[in-house]
């Protein structure tokens, strides 16, 4: 049997159960197909609270998802299900998401869809390090390391980036999408690192991992049909195929 890090191992920050995939499906895809080993660490796949306790946003998320009793272990779920479609290997670590959380004083961190954009307060910078301390025990040294960027600048995806730079390990950046959408990269102070231009059989695996995440579909597209063309788009203008790093 081959070693678990006999290939080139590329690790993939992920702040919630579906952003890796949705940011760069075909291009994990595509470096699974050529010979390496890539991992997704999703870092805010822990439970739920139980009902009772959710915060009023949270409960309004989940009778949008439809996800059933338990929204974060069908998401897991579908992040099994996504991870398989591109040739990813999902490491699910327990820290809820950021509309579970609370701030010291027991108030919800996020109150509405507004909080979820958002600097680090102070409790989320203490969580950031509690986080970074976690990965320098856990991650291999031969590893790649792939944070998202923080475009669109929700609070899970700042977590998750300020934790990895923390590390002061060689890190490479992607553009999270669809909010890459909403907020083109600012490319200042970065270049690209690994370009692959996709092929179509891995968009069609980008697409169809998309799609694996059901529950979470409506809060950016109105149909499958859309997330497909716009997930198109993205790739034929270039998205979806670059990793960054930092440059000086």
Do not use: K
């Amino acid at each position: 049997m081959p070693d678990r890090y006999s290939q080139p191992l590329f690790i993939y920050l992920s702040p919630h159960l579906d952003d890796a995939v949705f940011s760069c499906g075909g291009f994990i895809y595509q470096q699974v197909h050529q010979g390496s080993r890539v991992e997704i660490w999703t870092i805010c796949a822990g439970d739920a609270p139980p009902e009772g306790e959710l915060p009023s946003f949270a409960r309004s998320l989940h009778d949008r998802w439809q996800a059933g009793g338990n929204p974060a272990a069908a998401r897991r779920q579908e992040d099994l299900l996504a991870c398989g479609l591109v040739g990813a290997v999902p490491v699910h670590h327990d820290l809820p998401d950021c509309i579970y959380r609370r701030l010291p004083d027991g108030s919800p961190l996020i109150l509405n869809e507004a909080d979820l954009f958002q600097p680090l307060p102070p409790s989320e910078l203490q969580t950031a390090q509690s986080l970074a301390d976690e990965l320098r025990r856990q991650l291999p040294d031969a590893a790649i390391l792939i944070s998202p960027l923080g475009l669109g600048g929700h609070i899970d995806h700042r977590l998750v980036r300020h934790a990895a730079e923390v590390l002061g390990r060689p890190l490479l950046y992607y553009a999270d999408f669809p909010y890459a959408l909403r907020q083109p990269p600012n490319l200042a102070g970065l270049a690209a690192a690994i370009h692959a231009d996709l092929s179509a059989e891995a968009l069609t695996a980008w697409q169809d991992g998309i799609a694996a995440y059901g529950s979470q579909l409506s809060s950016f597209w109105p149909t499958p049909e859309a997330m497909r063309a716009a997930v198109s788009g993205y790739a034929a203008s270039g998205g979806g195929s670059t990793l960054w790093q930092v440059t000086g």
